[in-house]
């Protein structure tokens, strides 16, 4: 993973994040200053061992690259999704990984039955609703926290350009 510059393209850090996908950058840990970079990094695993092919966690680097920690400790099988979203409309972009809300120590707790797949403003309230996806079940999670009175976020077009038409989990 390299972090540029954006104006100059000088290359500010690097770090090794295994196979590096779904990267978010934000201030999601309140004990650490400033802000964070998160990875979901993909290991392969040797398939004639019998390793599970695909798994994956969470790299977490400080913003001057500074190695954090990584969770789960043990990757989990599979490629899961990785979200970021205003879930409850108050301004501060909330992430969920897998079946996993992550907390403000960069650990997830189980919260959904199914794999998050995205996260949206379904509803109009300015609160971000996230998406599940499993073979043939596709459900939509609102918090109950969320307020009601939010601009609908839907009547932006650069939110429609962000959240739908260039959606991607790469």
């Known amino acids: 993973m390299f972090i540029f510059e954006a104006m ?22 309140p004990h650490v200053p400033g802000v964070e970079v998160v990875v979901g990094g993909r290991t392969y695993g040797n398939r004639q061992v019998r390793e599970p092919y695909l798994s994956a966690q969470l790299f977490w680097f ?12 043990t990757p989990l099988n599979g490629n899961p999704d990785f979200v970021k979203g205003d879930w409850s409309g108050n301004g501060q972009d ?5 079946k996993f809300r992550i907390d403000e120590k960069g650990r997830g707790k189980l919260y959904f039955p199914d794999p998050v797949y995205h996260m949206f403003d379904f509803t109009g309230s300015g609160a971000e ?28 077009l650069r939110y429609l350009q962000t959240k739908v038409v260039n959606h991607t989990h790469y």
């Open 94 to 98: 909330q992430l969920f990984w897998f």
């Open 8 to 29: 100059t393209g000088e290359v500010l850090w690097q770090q090794v994040a295994e196979h590096s996908q779904q990267i978010e950058a934000g201030d999601f840990l």
């Open 62 to 73: 400080n913003s001057a690259g500074k190695f954090l920690f990584r969770w789960p400790q």
């Open 129 to 156: 609703e996230v998406i599940t996806l499993s073979r043939g079940k596709l459900r939509v999670f609102g918090s109950a926290a969320a307020g009601k009175g939010g601009i609908d976020r839907k009547r932006d």
